[in-house]
């Protein structure tokens, strides 16, 4: 429930503070007196864009905060969703900067309008003439039913259906578009895989090629290279070998006379034995070495087959071959097994559309079940509201198709006169009756769900005299489950409330300014004296007055 509100710096208003309690409140006031600039403030609160024509003083920002009761209403899990901190006692605020940019919060938390309207539809409940409106909407007829029906839980399930439906249906298209195309790709991806797959690569064997190609290509050479390097190493008279032996030799009979020599020594004697392990090496080398012309071949044509694959995907590495190799060994494979995965796909929908079926059935029957019961509590209550001869002709008809909340048409047919021919709201009922029978579906509906708080914007419009009366006797049993507040220019409505303000204009420093006002029983009884017989208020209207107080 809403229990305070603060509005500064926007329309009329310069500063504006009140606090509300449970029941019925009325509001009242002259045309023009701002009762519609109270209407505006709460819609941003709802999440209504906010527009810089609104603010009072341009040079300071507006502020609208409203504070509600929540912990009754099983909100949590809007908050939750939302990312937002769950308090009991929930403050939104909107904020209209000197720029014109505007800022939400809920709880001190910065959120998008989006958000602030999800939170604000189950917070409160603004019934315009304009909203009047909707009830000639199908989806409005839907939720009354399905309100009547507790299709709910039956309507959750069913738009996840839904969307899953939906999503294998895109996702089916897509997948036989892609056939379509890959069908036309197929020969050239197998052509080109075909490639890859025969060139037989191996990853690192480029370099390993390039080695043994010039191994190969230049075996001569290196043959007689090695052969001097094992000569010079050799040679009995002037080899390495046998000069470093003879310089080993002296070094030994050195040692004995110092350490130095003995290091010299040890080192002699290391690259004697570095040297050997070189000419065993050299010589392994030489005796491994041989001329091979067809291995050359084979290397030269597998480089060959390399250098034009790397050229031909414009990579440089036989690592990004492979890459490619895979992918297109995957592409192929997703399109010779595209018919498997369509396949897949189609059953999915239809089990997805057996699912669809079954829910939207259940919540055909519950409908079906309930509207009798809705036809019986309209007509009742309409009755007493001055329409007993108003006439519902509500009928249901499967379509096949899944709509976003079931699979039915819905015909939502009115008469008001005995006799007459049943026709769409729209066209048979008055805004008078349409007022009305948005009262008694409201009131219908406050028994079966948790109603945000209602706020009634002259519903009384065109009518007077005891139905008025009984208008206001239907919203005070409705405030007895939630807050109801309710702006009328009618007395009988007026006497009806718990609490009661009165929304008029002042003069301060010639400025001109809307205030709120809450009435005691003696203002009360003036207010309604007033609406009674006009601005002269004569003893019969006060006694008038009282007795509707009473």
Same mark, same amino acid.
Do not use: W
């Given at each position: 429930?809403?229990?305070?509100?603060?509005?500064?710096?926007?329309?009329?208003?310069?500063?504006?503070?009140?606090?509300?309690?449970?029941?019925?409140?009325?509001?009242?006031?002259?045309?023009?007196?701002?009762?519609?600039?109270?209407?505006?403030?709460?819609?941003?609160?709802?999440?209504?864009?906010?527009?810089?024509?609104?603010?009072?003083?341009?040079?300071?920002?507006?502020?609208?905060?409203?504070?509600?009761?929540?912990?009754?209403?099983?909100?949590?899990?809007?908050?939750?969703?939302?990312?937002?901190?769950? *308090?009991?006692?929930?403050?939104?605020?909107?904020?209209?900067?000197?720029?014109?940019?505007?800022?939400?919060?809920?709880?001190?938390?910065?959120?998008?309008?989006?958000?602030?309207?999800?939170?604000?539809?189950?917070?409160?409940?603004?019934?315009?003439?304009?909203?009047?409106?909707?009830?000639?909407?199908?989806?409005?007829?839907?939720?009354?039913?399905?309100?009547?029906?507790?299709?709910?839980?039956?309507?959750?399930?069913?738009?996840?259906?839904?969307?899953?439906?939906?999503?294998?249906?895109?996702?089916?298209?897509?997948?036989?578009?892609?056939?379509?195309?890959?069908?036309?790709?197929?020969?050239?991806?197998?052509?080109?895989?075909?490639?890859?797959?025969?060139?037989?690569?191996?990853?690192?064997?480029?370099?390993?090629?390039?080695?043994?190609?010039?191994?190969?290509?230049?075996?001569?050479?290196?043959?007689?290279?090695?052969?001097?390097?094992?000569?010079?190493?050799?040679?009995?008279?002037?080899?390495?070998?046998?000069?470093?032996?003879?310089?080993?030799?002296?070094?030994?009979?050195?040692?004995?006379?110092?350490?130095?020599?003995?290091?010299?020594?040890?080192?002699?004697?290391?690259?004697?034995?570095?040297?050997?392990?070189?000419?065993?090496?050299?010589?392994?080398?030489?005796?491994?070495?041989?001329?091979?012309?067809?291995?050359?071949?084979?290397?030269?044509?597998?480089?060959?087959?390399?250098?034009?694959?790397?050229?031909?995907?414009?990579? @440089?590495?036989?690592?990004?071959?492979?890459?490619?190799?895979?992918?297109?060994?995957?592409?192929?494979?997703?399109?010779?097994?595209?018919?498997?995965?369509?396949?897949?796909?189609?059953?999915? +929908?239809?089990?997805?559309?057996?699912?669809?079926?079954?829910?939207?059935?259940?919540?055909?029957?519950?409908?079906?079940?309930? +509207?009798?019961?809705?036809?019986?509590?309209?007509?009742?209550?309409?009755?007493?509201?001055? =329409?007993?001869?108003?006439?519902?002709?509500?009928?249901?008809?499967?379509?096949?198709?899944?709509?976003?909340?079931?699979?039915?048409?819905?015909?939502?047919?009115?008469?008001?006169?005995?006799?007459?021919?049943?026709?769409?709201?729209?066209?048979?009922?008055?805004?008078?009756?349409?007022?009305?029978?948005?009262?008694?579906?409201?009131?219908?509906?406050?028994?079966?769900?948790?109603?945000?708080?209602?706020?009634?914007?002259?519903?009384?419009?065109?009518?007077?005299?005891?139905?008025?009366?009984?208008?206001?006797?239907?919203?005070?049993?409705?405030?007895?489950? =939630?807050?109801?507040?309710?702006?009328?220019?009618?007395?009988?409505?007026?006497?009806?409330?718990?609490?009661?303000?009165?929304?008029?204009?002042?003069?301060?420093?010639?400025?001109?300014?809307?205030?709120?006002?809450?009435?005691?029983?003696?203002?009360?009884?003036? *207010? +309604?004296?007033?609406?009674?017989?006009?601005?002269?208020? @004569?003893?019969?209207?006060?006694?008038?007055?009282?007795?509707?107080?009473?």
């Amino acid at each position: 429930m809403l229990t305070n509100l603060t509005i500064k710096n926007y329309a009329l208003i310069d500063h504006l503070q009140v606090s509300f309690n449970t029941g019925l409140t009325i509001i009242t006031g002259e045309t023009g007196a701002g009762k519609s600039i109270l209407l505006g403030g709460l819609s941003l609160i709802l999440g209504k864009r906010a527009d810089l024509s609104h603010v009072k003083d341009n040079s300071k920002k507006c502020i609208i905060e409203a504070t509600f009761d929540i912990a009754k209403y099983n909100l949590k899990s809007i908050f939750k969703a939302e990312d937002l901190d769950y *308090e009991a006692q929930t403050i939104i605020r909107r904020e209209i900067l000197p720029s014109g940019k505007s800022r939400a919060f809920i709880n001190d938390t910065p959120v998008n309008l989006d958000s602030l309207q999800i939170l604000g539809e189950r917070l409160l409940d603004i019934h315009s003439q304009h909203q009047t409106l909707q009830l000639t909407n199908d989806n409005f007829q839907f939720q009354v039913i399905d309100a009547l029906a507790k299709n709910q839980t039956s309507l959750q399930v069913y738009a996840s259906l839904l969307k899953e439906f939906k999503d294998l249906k895109v996702e089916l298209k897509s997948l036989q578009e892609k056939k379509n195309t890959a069908i036309k790709e197929l020969d050239y991806h197998s052509f080109l895989l075909k490639e890859l797959e025969e060139a037989k690569l191996v990853s690192g064997e480029l370099e390993a090629l390039e080695i043994e190609y010039e191994t190969l290509n230049n075996v001569e050479d290196i043959k007689e290279r090695l052969s001097i390097s094992n000569h010079i190493i050799n040679n009995e008279e002037v080899g390495i070998v046998s000069n470093l032996t003879e310089l080993k030799n002296q070094f030994s009979k050195l040692s004995d006379y110092s350490s130095q020599y003995h290091s010299i020594f040890e080192r002699i004697e290391s690259s004697l034995i570095e040297l050997d392990d070189v000419r065993s090496e050299i010589e392994s080398l030489q005796e491994s070495l041989d001329a091979n012309p067809n291995r050359l071949e084979q290397v030269n044509t597998k480089l060959q087959i390399i250098h034009n694959l790397l050229q031909k995907h414009t990579v @440089s590495s036989v690592e990004e071959l492979l890459q490619i190799k895979q992918e297109l060994g995957s592409k192929v494979f997703e399109t010779e097994n595209l018919d498997m995965i369509i396949s897949e796909k189609e059953l999915a +929908i239809q089990s997805i559309v057996s699912k669809l079926l079954s829910e939207s059935e259940i919540i055909h029957n519950k409908r079906v079940a309930v +509207i009798p019961k809705l036809i019986t509590q309209l007509e009742s209550i309409l009755s007493t509201l001055g =329409m007993p001869n108003a006439k519902f002709n509500i009928t249901l008809e499967p379509t096949g198709t899944f709509l976003n909340n079931g699979s039915d048409d819905l015909q939502f047919l009115f008469s008001a006169n005995k006799g007459g021919q049943f026709n769409e709201l729209k066209k048979s009922a008055s805004g008078g009756e349409l007022s009305r029978i948005m009262l008694a579906i409201k009131s219908i509906l406050s028994k079966y769900m948790q109603l945000p708080t209602i706020m009634f914007d002259e519903i009384d419009t065109g009518v007077s005299g005891e139905i008025s009366n009984k208008m206001a006797i239907i919203m005070q049993q409705m405030s007895k489950t =939630m807050q109801v507040f309710t702006i009328t220019h009618l007395p009988q409505i007026a006497s009806k409330g718990d609490t009661h303000f009165k929304v008029f204009k002042e003069d301060v420093n010639n400025v001109t300014q809307t205030q709120l006002k809450q009435l005691n029983q003696n203002d009360r009884i003036v *207010e +309604i004296a007033q609406m009674l017989g006009g601005s002269d208020v @004569s003893l019969s209207a006060i006694a008038h007055a009282k007795e509707l107080l009473n």
